[in-house]
């Protein structure tokens, strides 16, 4: 493909940007993500981090299930407007150049949505006075790229499939694997679009090259560069393949919850009195930082979630304590249980005063039982946010249940009395 | 350049048979397509413009054949269908300039003049801002012919539709392909018979996917020539005319009524001698094939 086709087919991406971001449609899930972002951030005391997460999580359980749709509009747009004729008749209309420059400017324009409702939510940060924190939305942002491409080359892809044989099998392998291998929808719904990006982008390549691959076989194209184009769609599927099995058989986040050995560390009982369970968990920039790297001082070790703002509160109190007792040895670990490792660092960067540390799990939202997170089953987690007091000797003294500041406050000056 | 077809046969699944066995020679110049509805003339457009595959024999359009060098058909034809529609969110420019990147016209100044000489062509230089989802029929009938001029195509096939552009319109647009029909072929399919004798250099005419006729309009005038006539007739000898004669219309005049008819001698008192027009010819070729549903 030379470099003035590459360009011709940039302005047909650039004309189905047009077409999709003048449609009700696109408008109608802009405002209404938008609405919902605004909501999300406005509860007081939600930071720039909180903001970020709280859209990003609209954006991959809504806009993402939106965009399936979206995209199998805009795939099946000639069909509805009987235009089909009129752009197989034409030189490129009948090549996979179009499909995938169709797909670049439906992708842009679900982007384009997922920028609206951070802008929002920004706004809307900015107007109760929060500091601004660019690079929160940023990380959002960028979290969202391979998930909406994904979910944008499911619909695209899937209408053109869903009439060949081709997809039918698939569907159906599906639909048999799904009740026979019971462990398979936990693997797919502990991927997190930060840590797993290449899955979804592969993944999402190769449906758009299937999509392509069918939609000239459909017109009968002439034969030349079909079998390449079949053969890149072949190497992509594989490559996700591998991917997704490196992650889910091999990777660092195998679940750990099955784990056997962490079952029966699991059955220790950590309460007051007794040495706390050890740990070494990764900060927001990926290093490892152990409760051994505070031996010798006391030790606030906070339990919280971005599921629940409340629970996000927790950090904002423990960031207080860690001001107020600065400079008297006192450590504050903040662990966020989360199923991404990538929130993290936005919510680390407000807090500099406190070592945040990423624990895998998962939380179903307030008063939820909630947490499958390794260490919070160590630690006999019963909700969050928890506070664990911990003294010189690395003993539990205490433990605080609820974002409580005076509660924190109460036991942390008994904590540091006893001394 | 031209277009030759030999033998050239689709049944679509099913069973259906679109044309049974076609040999045509399509030159240079107007081309028109006539035959009733169900007839095949939308099977062959489809197939020479690359749209469908043929189930046997061989079409070349140019030289290129329509199996193998589609792409290369694709780069030299225009082509508007009966029915289409356009994308109601661009503007008549932005539709235009969409299916001339289709077309591979990259060089956006070449794309630019291409859109609004056809534009112009068509008569909608006016509302070239304006949203296609706002337009009427006729205009996007002629918006239909705007994209199919884009790049200059040395093989234009229109398949007329039977309805959305008013008189006016269409004798501009008869002009039109006059006009264009210099160096390049132009297939019309059209319903409208008579436009066609001035217009077209050759015509064809299909019937259940068989050729009836391929020649001049004047060749298809010729045998009826001194065998077509006029009757005057009461409303209540209307029946007993038809059965004795080869009737090709009734008209209604001012002093009652008037039957066309063809036949080598006139018996009739009240009949004379009139010139044969292309309706006339057009319903002697199709009743002689027993096909008009007129009688």
């Known amino acids: 493909m030379s470099w003035t086709e590459t360009r011709a087919a940039l302005r047909v991406a650039w004309r189905e940007y047009q077409l999709s971001y003048r449609g009700a449609t696109f408008w109608g899930i802009a405002a209404a993500g938008s609405l919902l972002a605004i909501w999300r951030a406005s509860p007081a005391g939600t930071s720039a981090a909180m903001a970020a997460y709280q859209t990003l999580q609209i954006t991959l359980f809504g806009i993402a299930v939106l965009a399936i749709l979206v995209g199998a509009a805009a795939a099946a747009r000639d069909r509805r407007e009987v235009a089909s004729e009129l752009v197989l008749a034409k030189p490129m209309g009948s090549t996979a150049h179009l499909v995938v420059a169709r797909f670049a400017g439906v992708w842009l324009s679900l982007l384009t949505i997922v920028a609206i409702m951070l802008a929002a939510a920004m706004v809307r940060q900015a107007v109760g006075g929060t500091p601004w924190r660019l690079g929160a939305y940023g990380n959002a942002f960028a979290r969202s790229l391979a998930p909406i491409a994904l979910a944008t080359a499911m619909g695209f892809s899937l209408t053109s499939l869903l009439v060949s044989p081709l997809a039918a099998g698939v569907a159906a392998v599906y639909w048999v694997c799904v009740p026979l291998a019971r462990g398979y929808m936990p693997w797919v719904s502990d991927m997190t679009p930060a840590q797993h990006w290449p899955v979804p982008a592969l993944l999402g390549a190769a449906l758009v090259a299937l999509a392509a691959t069918s939609y000239g076989k459909a017109l009968h194209t002439p034969g030349r560069g079909r079998v390449g184009l079949g053969g890149t769609t072949g190497v992509l599927f594989a490559a996700a393949a591998l ?15 099955r784990d056997p050995v962490l079952s029966a560390i699991a059955a220790q009982r950590s309460r007051e009195g007794e040495r706390a369970p050890g740990f070494w968990l990764p900060d927001g920039a990926g290093r490892l930082v152990g409760l051994s790297d505070f031996a010798g001082r006391p030790v606030v070790l906070a339990f919280w979630g971005p599921g629940s703002p409340e629970s996000a509160r927790a950090t904002d109190i423990l960031s207080e304590a860690a001001r107020k007792y600065r400079g008297r040895g006192i450590a504050c670990v903040a662990v966020c249980v989360d199923r991404d490792s990538a929130t993290v660092g936005p919510f680390g960067r407000e807090h500099p005063s406190l070592v945040m540390l990423w624990d895998r799990g998962q939380h179903y939202g307030d008063g939820e039982r909630w947490s499958d997170s390794p260490l919070g089953l160590v630690y006999e987690l019963k909700e969050v946010p928890t506070f664990f007091l911990l003294d010189r000797n690395g003993t539990v003294v205490n433990r605080v249940e609820g974002a409580s500041a005076y509660a924190l406050e109460t036991a942390l000056s008994d904590l540091m009395r006893a001394r | 350049m031209e277009i030759e077809i030999r033998g050239l046969r689709k049944v679509y699944p099913g069973g259906v048979v679109g044309l049974e066995g076609l040999d045509l020679r399509i030159p240079a110049g107007l081309f028109g397509l006539l035959g009733p509805n169900g007839s095949g003339k939308t099977t062959l457009m489809r197939i020479l413009a690359t749209l469908l595959e043929p189930t046997a024999g061989e079409a070349r359009v140019a030289g290129y054949e329509v199996h193998r060098d589609k792409a290369a058909i694709r780069e030299i034809l225009g082509y508007m269908p009966q029915e289409f529609g356009f994308y109601p969110n661009l503007t008549a420019y932005e539709t235009l300039d969409y299916f001339a990147l289709l077309s591979r016209i990259t060089d956006k100044g070449e794309r630019n003049r291409r859109i609004e ?40 096939i229109v398949d007329e539709p039977t309805s959305g552009l008013d008189p006016e319109e269409r004798i501009r647009l008869r002009n039109l392909w006059v006009e264009l029909a210099g160096n390049r072929i132009i297939i019309l399919s059209t319903h409208i018979v008579a436009d066609l004798a001035a217009s077209a250099e050759q015509l064809a005419i299909l019937h259940q996917g068989r050729l009836l006729f391929a020649g001049r ?5 010729a045998p009826l020539r001194s065998k077509t006539w006029i009757i005057d007739v009461e409303e209540e000898e209307l029946s007993r005319v038809r059965q004795e004669y080869f009737v090709t219309g009734v008209f209604r005049s001012a002093t009652g009524m008037q039957v066309r008819v063809v036949a080598d001698e006139m018996a009739h008192p009240r009949g004379y001698a009139a010139e044969p027009t292309m309706d006339d010819a057009y319903v002697h070729t199709m ?5 008009s549903e007129l009688d």
């Open chain 2, 217 to 221: 309009p004047i060749e298809l005038l």
């Open chain 1, 243 to 257: 991917v997704i099995l490196r992650f889910v058989l091999g990777g660092e986040d195998a679940l750990v919850t």
């Open chain 2, 117 to 156: 000489r056809a534009l112009q062509e068509v008569n909608l230089v006016e509302v070239a801002g304006r949203r296609v989802g706002t337009f009427s029929g006729g205009m996007k009938q002629r918006l239909g012919i705007a994209q199919a001029l884009l790049n200059h195509p040395k093989v234009l």
């Open chain 2, 287 to 291: 009743k002689q094939a027993g096909a």
